[in-house]
């Protein structure tokens, strides 16, 4: 059973950073791309950056330059570090990962950037 587990969330300033992780098991980490989406209140759930397993990343617009996602394949951990944060990034942050066609989902974690 393929299982995902955010953590890293929290609440900053504008401006400030954040790093979320994203701990993987049941499923064969290295061969799969990893990615990050967030949901915010009321809105729909969003892309926000992918790395395969071949460590091409690929970002949403909105936080290109500003966030980072990598992968450590031998601890079977994706994070995303998040720079330069704004009150639109607030959101609840999910881990996600797609294993023969079927698309797992961690819990998620909150990212709150205050004004």
């Known amino acids: 059973q393929v299982q995902l587990v955010e953590s890293g969330g929290g609440m900053v300033q504008a401006g400030g950073s954040l790093r979320l992780s994203c701990t993987a098991s049941g499923l064969p980490f290295a061969n799969y791309a990893l990615g990050w989406w967030r949901q915010a209140p009321g809105k729909v759930r969003e892309f926000v950056a992918v790395i395969t397993n071949m460590y091409n990343e690929f970002y949403e617009d909105s936080v290109e330059g500003r966030f980072t996602i990598s992968r450590e394949n031998a601890k079977n951990m994706v994070y995303l570090e998040m720079n330069g944060l704004k009150p639109e990034d607030t959101a609840v942050y999910y881990c996600?990962?797609?294993?023969?066609?079927?698309?797992?989902w961690g819990q998620g974690t909150q990212v709150t950037v205050s004004s």
């Open positions: 996600a990962a797609t294993v023969l066609g079927r698309d797992y």
